[in-house]
């Protein structure tokens, strides 16, 4: 049942770059991550009560909480930014470098080594990436200028200084109570930005389609997917629960070419597939 609880929410996760594309093509990133959290947040508030999951947190805990939610708020706000201008493709495949992104932002401020294997892993998935952003063109320079691949890549290690930042919380605490601090501090955060920024009339004027995927990326993108990810981690482990993150790119793929007529092609295939290889050789140091 892990394993499947793990592939659920691997898929969910892939799928809600397709999601986020079809809604960014309608209203902005503040619009998209307010509204998701909007829905989300009383969705995961019902979980944490149906488990009966209690937030004992301290005073010693509102440090690394607030700064957990002001990098959570700034991740998925750059992400989404970033997948305004890329295609939700490249996002799935560029964002699963962020264990290598962990790896090196633990050796700069944890100084926790770096062995042969994560050094090689960077060097492949960077070349991948250069291979994806580039569609192959590595010698004309104008695909420098796709700041969408970037704000995804750099949403990577926004992503990697957030799991730094909340390590010792997740030990210390319930991950999903955890995560729903974060949700809530994120909420307050971007509450500033959605009512003094948003517009409005392009919110109440989303097509049936959006409002599907508001609604896919609020509860099973937000809610379900942690559950489920938190179950799996808790009965296989980090470790083997992390192989699974592999398949998030492809099940991306597999929906982003039939829904939105993404292009599939061969740059794309080799650079993907470097990618993954790059973040397993990389992997292998941790799981050592």
Do not use: C
């Not at 490249?90 to 050094?119: C, D, K, M, Q, Y």
């Not at 070349?127 to 010698?139: D, E, P």
């Amino acid at each position: 049942m892990a394993r499947v609880l793990l592939l659920i929410a691997v898929v969910i996760w892939g799928w809600t770059f397709v999601a986020t594309k079809i809604l960014v093509a309608e209203i902005g990133p503040v619009e998209v991550f307010g509204l998701r959290l909007a829905l989300g947040l009383p969705f995961l508030g019902a979980v944490l009560l149906a488990r009966r999951v209690r937030l004992a947190f301290t005073r010693a805990d509102a440090r690394p909480l607030l700064l957990g939610g002001a990098i959570f708020t700034f991740h998925f706000l750059v992400q989404i930014a970033g997948i305004v201008t890329t295609t939700a493709i490249n996002t799935g495949w560029i964002v699963s470098v962020s264990p290598l992104a962990l790896a090196v932002l633990a050796f700069l401020f944890l100084r926790e080594r770096i062995g042969w294997h994560g050094v090689a892993g960077i060097v492949i998935a960077t070349f991948g990436i250069l291979l994806l952003v580039s569609q192959g063109q590595l010698t004309d320079l104008g695909w420098l200028r796709n700041t969408g691949d970037w704000l995804v890549l750099a949403s990577a290690f926004t992503w990697a200084l957030y799991t730094v930042a909340t390590r010792d919380l997740a030990r210390r605490h319930d991950p999903l109570a955890v995560t729903f601090m974060m949700l809530l501090l994120a909420t307050g955060l971007t509450s500033i930005l959605f009512f003094t920024t948003a517009d409005m009339a392009a919110i109440r004027a989303l097509s049936p389609r959006a409002i599907v995927a508001v609604l896919y990326l609020a509860i099973p993108g937000l809610a379900l997917a942690h559950w489920f990810w938190q179950e799996g981690v808790a009965k296989l482990g980090a470790t083997r629960a992390g192989l699974y993150l592999y398949l998030e790119p492809l099940a991306t793929v597999a929906l982003a070419v039939p829904l939105l007529g993404e292009h599939f092609g061969l740059f794309i295939a080799l650079g993907g597939t470097l990618v993954l290889i790059g973040v397993y050789v990389g992997q292998r140091d941790r799981a050592a």
